[in-house]
Structures are given as C-alpha cells and as structure tokens.
C-alpha cells in the first residue's frame, strides 16, 4: 500500500514541461533535494512539497496541500513581510525565517525564495534549511568574526603599507624621465593597493554591521541626516547641492548603526550627483497604507537600470564602473543586513539619468516606542513642502 503522503504529492499540479523527459526530470530534482521544497501558487497557496518539507514541518504531503505558506511561518516573525516584498519587486529573495511544525514548535531555518509568472499568474519556490545545519561548519568562524575582523585588517594593512611604500619610492626613483609604461606600472601597484585598502574597511563594515550586539533607543534621522551632509559639504565646497530634509523624522533602534544606513545612502546621493551642476538630495518619511513609516533618500543623480536592481543589495556588486563612480560595492549590503535587523526592509526605484529613490522601513512599532522618549518624535515630522532648503 502506498503512503497517503506520497500518493498526495505526486498526484498535485507540476510546472508546464516540453516534454514527459522534461517533467520526470523536474520530478526527480524536486524529490531528491535534500532541502525543503514548497512549490506555490497565486496567494501563496502550496501546490507540492517534496520530502524534505513534509519532515522538516512535520506535516504529510496530504495536509500542507492548499496552506498558504504564510500560515507556516511563525506570527510574530516580522522578517516575512520583508522577504516577501523583496521577492515581489526582485523576483528572488534570501533570508532566515521561523517557522512552525505541526505540533507549535518554532523551527529556525534560512530560506530562498523565487517568483515568476504563469499563465498571468504569480508562482514560485520556497526553499528551506535548517539554521544549525547550513551553519555549521562555518558557526566558529561566524562567531569569531567580530573578533577577526579586526585582526585581519590589521595583519593586512602592514604588508600593504610596505608594498605603498615601496612603490612610491620606485616612483621617486624613476624620476621625469623613465619610460611612460614604466610610471603606468607603478601608478597600477598603487591603485591596486588602494583597491585593497578599501576592501579591507569593507571588511571590517560588514562585521559591524552584521554582528555588532544592536542597543535599542530613540534616534533623531532627521538630525542625522543633517551632520552627514553637512560633512559631505566641508569635504567638496565646490559642489552647490540642493538639500532638503524632513524636520522631526524619528525612530527607535541602533542610533550607531542607523548613522550607517544613513551615511551610505545619502553618501551615494552625494556621489551620483557629482556629475549634475543643480544637484539635489532630500531625505523624507511618509506613513504607509499598513501603518508603517516608509523612508526616502532621493536624488537627481545618474540612476541605474532597474533590470539590474536584483544585484543593488548584494556583496561586491556595483553597477556602475569604478571609474565612472569609485566604491567597494559594500555600502547597500550593508544598508539591507542594518535595516533587515531592525525588522524592516529596503528598495530601490531608479532609471538611468533620472536618479534613484532609496525606500526602508523599520519593525512596525518602532516609532511609537520613539515617540514615548523623544521630543521631536512626539511633534512629528514637519512636511517638506513647510521647509526651505538646506
């Protein structure tokens, strides 16, 4: 007699094929994967789920036919809503989650998901693992990360000190009149090092960001936000920017580590504007249907292409040459793992030459927590439009 699992899953819908090949090959995948796999469709109803899932939520094939999958996931996890935003403007989204077995009990895990349309109609995969297996073989190094870190970067940058050193000495050496590929190798070396230099502090960024212990307590953005382009300002007097920012926008969380959002997406502001000659950056907050508080940097700086939107938020990844706009391709990652920490999430909308519009929210709640401690939250934000530019 076959189990009644089995005979629910296999009998359930199956993504269109070319061919029977095609579809018996999809078959085989999605029962061998060692991950748990939900396939779902329009509202997040599951359609399928293979082995792994069944055992991992302790379930029969049987039962989580037809659940959304949003009932999994535990009620007072507010990382979801995040996950599933940036799966629906992304096409993809990667993150950790909890979610419940049948009997209540809260199973941490890291999951994938991914979207595409069918017939008109949105369908996707979840993808789940548990936490403490994807963890462990990394879990010492993760731990000490905080701690290594700064040991790395210090071991590093003597090597790459002497090796600036050096290269500026064989630049004073070769003199005006050495050959010009010779004084390009040099100015290569030296770029390279710098290169690595800044890698080096993205390193050390990203282990703040992501390990720091957060300290919870009522932040003045808008007050913020002011110093960090006052600072911008000082560094390049030349430049005339049009700045605009929201009186009284206030929040509750890591004062050090939103200063950090805040300086690396006004700073990209600041930097993609560079090339316009009336500049102009606003930061503002608006409420949102859902009762949350959304976020706004805007600028009229060089955009980017939104195809390409699925890269802003990851490690390393730039969409702009370093020679057009410098950077380490670190800043919005770390931008995404500050804001997914305080239970929020963050986006993007932009068009090349027409400048970009960094959105993020944080955990719902948080502003009012905020308004209890501080005066200029109790006011509230005062309407850009009653505001004169900075």
Known sequence: MEHPALDARTAGPRPCATGGDRAQEFDLLFEA?????LWVGPGGIIL????????????PAARLLGMSARDLIAPRDIRARSLIEQCRLQGQATGELTVLRADGTPVDVQVRM??????????????????????????GLAHDLPHLAPSLAHGLRAPLGT?????????????????????????RILAAVGQLENRVEAVLS???????????GPVDLSAAAHRILRDLQLRELDRIVSVQVQAGICT???PRLLRIVLENLLGNAWKFTRRRAEASISFTAAPAPDGSTVYQVRDNGAGFDMAHAGKLFLDFQRLHSQ???????IGLANVRRIIARHGGRVWAESAPGQGAS????????????????????????????????A
């Open 33 to 37: 994967s060692m991950d748990a796999v």
């Open 48 to 59: 399928r789920a293979n082995d792994a899932a069944c055992q991992l939520l302790a379930r």
């Open 114 to 139: 991914s979207r595409y349309a069918r017939a008109g109609e949105s369908h996707g995969f979840v993808l789940l693992r548990r936490s403490t297996e994807a963890a462990q073989p990394v879990a």
């Open 163 to 187: 090796l600036a050193g050096f290269a500026k000495a064989l630049e004073r050496a070769l003199g005006d009149d050495a050959p010009p590929r010779s004084r390009h190798y040099v100015a």
């Open 206 to 216: 990203f282990a703040r960001a992501a390990h720091a212990p957060l300290a919870a």
């Open 252 to 254: 509750e969380g890591d």
């Open 323 to 329: 020679t057009e706009f410098p950077g380490t391709g």
């Open 358 to 389: 960094f959105f993020f929210t944080i955990g719902a709640g948080a502003a009012v927590r905020a308004a209890n401690d501080c005066e200029d939250c109790r006011r509230g934000p005062v309407p850009l439009r009653d505001q004169a530019s």
